[in-house]
């Protein structure tokens, strides 16, 4: 009985491993394409931003690599301001994440991309809360007002218990 059930889950595996690199190489395309030249506002920086040209929000962190301590679901920013958004790691935090990506929306420019990632698998963590996680499909919900260039399910590499979903979308 073992056997089948890990004979059943064992290509799934696979696939979403094989969305890993997909997940990867996008998100390197991502980056590249707006490191530089473009404004960008990041949601989840953790040590250090992706470039130093971008913008970093976040709420609690007080370390000298945010550049604003405001609430993703209420931002101070003017509609259709950024190029590009990136949100890692973040909405598992927000008590009300629909509002959050309301939000990430109006403040998006006309075809400005949006990349965001949230855990599916990951051990409970509250800093300071932790409320969701959200299956592939629920993703392709949550972002369903903007238009979707890939979504999916990854493996993190290095990790043997994280996988996450991500979106890559166009406003």
């Not at 101070?76 to 973040?90: H, K, Q």
């Not at 509250?126 to 919900?141: C, E, F, K, L």
């Amino acid at each position: 009985m073992e056997d089948a059930y890990y004979n059943r889950y064992l290509p799934m595996k696979t696939k979403f491993q094989d969305k890993a690199k997909e997940r990867t190489s996008q998100f390197q395309q991502f980056v590249e394409k707006h490191k530089y030249n473009s404004k960008i506002i990041q949601f989840g920086v953790r040590k250090q931003k992706i470039s130093e040209k971008w913008i970093s929000i976040d709420l609690y962190d007080r370390s000298p690599v945010i550049d604003y301590n405001w609430d993703i679901m209420n931002l101070p920013i003017s509609d259709d301001t950024f190029d590009g958004i990136v949100c890692n790691a973040i909405l598992e935090h927000v008590p009300y994440p629909e509002k959050a990506i309301q939000e990430m929306y109006r403040i998006l420019a006309k075809d400005g991309e949006i990349w965001a990632e949230i855990p599916f698998i990951q051990p409970y963590h509250p800093s300071p809360q932790d409320y969701w996680r959200v299956s592939p499909i629920g993703i392709d919900i949550w972002f369903n007002m903007f238009n979707k260039i890939d979504s999916g399910m990854f493996y993190a590499e290095g990790s043997p218990i994280y996988v996450g979903v991500f979106f890559h979308g166009r406003k």
